[in-house]
């Protein structure tokens, strides 16, 4: 069982940027690979990026490419989300998720826990 919890949202202007983090409880947070999804009003919760269990291995999505980073600290339970050169389409609830397996992937269905999201709001 794992408990996450996001924080490091708010209202930032465009251009500007922001970093989330996930707070993890439970002792096996090292093995899971982590996710960053996000869901803007209206829309369905898409993928943002993800990263194996020890940080080899990342993945994002084509729309955050070269802007977005995402890291992790498994001594502190930790995942993280830079967010640079942020744009008003970045605007949406942005959720951490767990996978028990240590393969990054990209759907939401693949992940077993979620936190309860944290708002980041671009303005133009």
């Known amino acids: 069982q794992v408990h996450l919890v996001e924080s490091g949202g708010g209202l930032v202007q465009a251009g500007g940027s922001l970093r989330l983090s996930c707070a993890a409880s439970?002792?096996?947070?090292?093995?899971?690979?982590m996710g960053w999804f996000r869901q803007a009003p209206g829309k369905e919760r898409e993928f943002v990026a993800a990263?194996?269990?020890?940080?080899?291995?990342?993945d994002s999505a084509d729309s955050v490419k070269g802007r977005f980073t995402i890291s992790r600290d498994n001594a502190k339970n930790t995942l993280y989300l830079q967010m640079n050169s942020l744009k008003p389409e970045d605007t949406a609830v942005y959720y951490c998720?767990?996978?028990?397996?240590?393969?990054?992937?990209?759907?939401?269905?693949?992940?077993?826990?979620w936190g309860q999201g944290t708002q980041v709001t671009v303005s133009s």
């Open positions: 998720a767990a996978r028990s397996r240590a393969m990054i992937l990209t759907t939401v269905g693949s992940y077993d826990y």
């Open positions: 439970g002792r096996t947070f090292s093995s899971y690979a």
């Open positions: 990263i194996s269990w020890n940080g080899g291995s990342t």
